[in-house]
């Protein structure tokens, strides 16, 4: 079965499946925050935020936070990342920076990713299977090798995104 036959392409996790960064340590959560909304917002990502919560349990706090921005790349073409940060025993600590004391925060952190390509999210060939065969058609025959171009395009920011989080994450380890 070729990726025509699917209107998701997924470069990033999947339909059931996460890439996944697990982190114990020191971090500093506005500045992870920051950083992944800094990322995305310098390549025209729309944000929309699922889920912001906080629980406070005896061990510290849960915190999730689950953002899915997108970016419509053309009329046939959206770019959707899947992002969820998931904190378990976080507490505020003070940590001494350049000769001061600092807040940030220790705890178990998970950052998970999803990135795929909706294809025809403008619903240009209808769901009737006519359509269907048009579009599959289409994207088989005249626009394969733009799609690929599009997809590892996405897979190069999810991947920079990634590497963008561990930097972030790594820069407290010591």
Same mark, same amino acid.
């Given at each position: 079965?070729?990726?025509?036959?699917?209107?998701?392409?997924?470069?990033?996790?999947?339909? @059931?499946?996460?890439?996944?960064?697990?982190?114990?340590?020191?971090?500093?959560?506005?500045?992870?925050?920051?950083?992944?909304?800094?990322?995305?917002?310098?390549?025209?990502?729309?944000? %929309?935020?699922?889920?912001?919560?906080?629980?406070?349990?005896?061990?510290?706090?849960?915190?999730?936070?689950?953002?899915?921005?997108?970016?419509?790349?053309?009329?046939?073409?959206?770019?959707?990342?899947?992002?969820?940060?998931?904190?378990? @025993?976080?507490?505020?600590?003070?940590?001494?920076?350049?000769?001061?004391?600092?807040?940030?925060?220790?705890?178990?952190?998970?950052?998970?990713?999803?990135?795929?390509?909706?294809?025809?999210?403008?619903?240009?060939?209808?769901?009737?299977?006519?359509?269907?065969?048009?579009?599959?058609?289409?994207?088989?025959?005249?626009?394969?090798?733009?799609?690929?171009?599009?997809?590892?395009?996405?897979?190069?920011?999810?991947?920079?995104?990634?590497?963008?989080?561990?930097? %972030?994450?790594?820069?407290?380890?010591?």
């Amino acid at each position: 079965m070729g990726k025509e036959k699917k209107e998701e392409v997924y470069v990033h996790g999947g339909d @059931r499946g996460w890439t996944t960064i697990k982190y114990s340590g020191i971090f500093d959560l506005k500045e992870l925050m920051r950083s992944i909304n800094s990322y995305l917002g310098d390549r025209n990502y729309i944000p %929309v935020q699922n889920e912001h919560s906080e629980k406070i349990t005896p061990a510290g706090r849960e915190v999730v936070i689950d953002i899915e921005p997108f970016r419509d790349v053309t009329e046939y073409v959206r770019f959707n990342i899947r992002v969820s940060v998931i904190i378990l @025993r976080m507490v505020d600590i003070l940590v001494e920076e350049d000769g001061r004391k600092v807040k940030k925060q220790k705890g178990d952190l998970e950052f998970m990713i999803k990135a795929n390509i909706k294809k025809n999210w403008k619903k240009t060939f209808s769901k009737t299977s006519s359509g269907e065969f048009f579009r599959q058609t289409y994207e088989k025959y005249f626009t394969k090798k733009m799609l690929s171009d599009y997809e590892d395009k996405l897979e190069a920011e999810a991947n920079e995104l990634i590497k963008r989080v561990k930097e %972030v994450l790594h820069s407290f380890k010591g």
